[in-house]
């Protein structure tokens, strides 16, 4: 039987911050000079975000900051810089609970009990430790103490393609399996202040916020959903230096060139015709929204409708770039619209560092009519 993603969960912390609140945070900083200011404006209003969460409610207001916490501003709201240390051990406190409320509602919509997983699948690339996340959630949970745990790490947007891809794999091996996925990124924790053009370019579109998906081939759940009918992966010629994440003393650290978008522009032909190959055109598409200029370029080199892309807009307005965890938000939104139709194709794609380009075909099922859940779906939220 074909695997299919019976339902997405999704979380995000409950501090959500306007655009322009947290642009005028960056704007303010000490020592900046008029053309980095400049930069900031026109990075932040070219983003096409319009609200971004984080577990950093300091930012939101500084008297709901944690006090067992790093500061990450002083009383005249000046960012400050953290040990990357501090900035894990914040990860590690906060990630499970986001993390386990995804999951929690990915299972309840699914109608699929914790005891019933056989294994389970995280993804991360914005914080370390061990026992990590998949141990916490059979914790957290209560999943069987049996159920095989496996971790993605530090692969960047790109990963949810890849965890879903391992999570069919699994079904394929054993058909009885049921498979969690869930992914979990806090960008926000590695915030700074930079006049560095690529610095401020990461700042103006991460996000946090947690994803989870129920994957199975076997007659468990509720019915319909998205088959998963096909994985596809790709490097493109150029790109390994304009897209990287590394570790600093001071956080984790984000290059993301200009030359992203230009290179997706250039290279998305090749990589989808290659990929979509001489089956029919997809119906609906689901593109990681790196940012509003990568998904103008996958628009454009695809000579795709403008409404093509209308759900990945939305996530990306509401939500920001959630780094891995943003696809599935897209997913869950095409998922619930009825506007997509029972047979529905769906081409995803994800890009992330090398430059990788990831791609997912998928078929939507619906078993019944539902009412119209046009607008963005919320995400449960979950204290800081």
Same mark, same amino acid.
């Given at each position: 039987?074909?695997?299919?993603?019976?339902?997405?969960?999704?979380?995000?912390?409950?501090?959500?911050?306007?655009?322009?609140?947290?642009?005028?945070?960056?704007?303010?900083?000490?020592? =900046?000079?008029?053309?980095?200011?400049?930069?900031?404006?026109?990075?932040?209003?070219?983003?096409?975000?319009?609200?971004?969460?984080?577990?950093?409610?300091?930012?939101?207001?500084?008297?709901?900051?944690?006090?067992?916490?790093?500061?990450?501003?002083?009383?005249?709201?000046?960012?400050?810089?953290?040990?990357?240390?501090?900035?894990?051990?914040?990860?590690?406190?906060?990630?499970?609970?986001?993390?386990?409320?995804?999951?929690?509602?990915?299972?309840? *919509?699914?109608?699929?009990?914790?005891?019933?997983?056989?294994?389970?699948?995280?993804?991360?690339?914005?914080?370390?430790?061990?026992?990590?996340?998949?141990?916490?959630?059979?914790?957290?949970?209560?999943?069987?103490?049996?159920?095989?745990?496996?971790?993605?790490?530090?692969?960047?947007?790109?990963?949810?393609?890849?965890?879903?891809?391992?999570?069919?794999?699994?079904?394929?091996?054993?058909?009885?399996?049921?498979?969690?996925?869930?992914?979990?990124?806090?960008?926000?924790?590695?915030?700074?202040?930079?006049?560095?053009?690529?610095?401020?370019?990461?700042?103006?579109?991460?996000?946090?916020?947690?994803?989870?998906?129920?994957?199975?081939?076997?007659?468990?759940?509720?019915?319909?959903?998205?088959?998963?009918?096909?994985?596809?992966?790709?490097?493109?010629?150029?790109?390994?230096?304009?897209?990287?994440?590394?570790?600093?003393?001071?956080?984790?650290?984000?290059?993301?060139?200009?030359?992203?978008?230009?290179?997706?522009?250039?290279?998305?032909?090749?990589?989808?015709?290659?990929?979509?190959?001489?089956?029919?055109?997809?119906?609906?598409?689901?593109?990681?929204?790196?940012?509003?200029?990568?998904? *103008?370029?996958?628009?454009?080199?695809?000579?795709? *409708?403008?409404?093509?892309?209308?759900?990945?807009?939305?996530?990306?307005?509401?939500?920001?770039?959630?780094?891995?965890?943003?696809?599935?938000?897209? =997913?869950?939104?095409?998922?619930?619209?009825?506007?997509?139709?029972?047979?529905?194709?769906?081409?995803?794609?994800?890009?992330?560092?090398?430059?990788?380009?990831?791609?997912?075909?998928?078929?939507?099922?619906?078993?019944?009519?539902?009412?119209?859940?046009?607008?963005?779906?919320?995400?449960?939220?979950?204290?800081?």
């Amino acid at each position: 039987m074909t695997a299919r993603i019976v339902s997405i969960g999704t979380a995000v912390p409950a501090t959500r911050l306007p655009q322009d609140q947290v642009r005028d945070l960056f704007a303010g900083q000490p020592g =900046l000079d008029r053309l980095t200011r400049r930069r900031i404006h026109a990075a932040f209003g070219a983003s096409a975000i319009e609200h971004r969460h984080t577990v950093l409610a300091e930012l939101g207001d500084p008297a709901s900051r944690d006090d067992a916490a790093p500061r990450f501003l002083d009383g005249a709201r000046t960012l400050l810089s953290p040990t990357t240390g501090e900035r894990n051990d914040l990860y590690t406190r906060l990630a499970p609970d986001l993390t386990a409320a995804a999951a929690a509602q990915a299972l309840t *919509d699914a109608g699929v009990p914790a005891s019933v997983v056989t294994h389970v699948v995280t993804v991360s690339c914005t914080g370390f430790f061990a026992p990590g996340p998949d141990y916490r959630l059979v914790r957290d949970l209560g999943l069987p103490t049996t159920a095989e745990r496996y971790h993605l790490g530090f692969i960047g947007c790109a990963a949810a393609l890849p965890a879903l891809r391992l999570a069919t794999r699994l079904t394929h091996s054993q058909p009885d399996a049921v498979v969690l996925v869930v992914c979990t990124e806090l960008c926000s924790l590695h915030v700074r202040a930079s006049d560095d053009p690529q610095q401020i370019v990461a700042a103006s579109v991460f996000a946090d916020g947690a994803a989870a998906a129920v994957v199975t081939s076997a007659d468990v759940g509720r019915p319909g959903g998205l088959d998963l009918d096909r994985f596809g992966t790709a490097l493109t010629d150029e790109g390994e230096s304009d897209m990287v994440w590394t570790i600093g003393d001071h956080g984790f650290e984000m290059v993301l060139s200009a030359e992203v978008p230009r290179i997706i522009g250039r290279e998305i032909r090749g990589a989808v015709d290659g990929f979509v190959g001489d089956d029919r055109p997809p119906d609906v598409w689901a593109v990681h929204p790196g940012g509003r200029s990568v998904l *103008d370029r996958v628009e454009s080199g695809l000579e795709l *409708d403008p409404r093509a892309l209308a759900a990945s807009r939305a996530v990306l307005r509401d939500y920001g770039n959630m780094s891995s965890v943003t696809i599935l938000f897209i =997913l869950r939104a095409l998922l619930r619209d009825d506007a997509v139709a029972d047979g529905a194709r769906v081409a995803g794609l994800a890009f992330g560092p090398g430059l990788t380009v990831e791609s997912a075909m998928l078929t939507k099922r619906v078993p019944r009519p539902r009412s119209s859940a046009a607008e963005t779906p919320a995400a449960a939220t979950v204290p800081a």
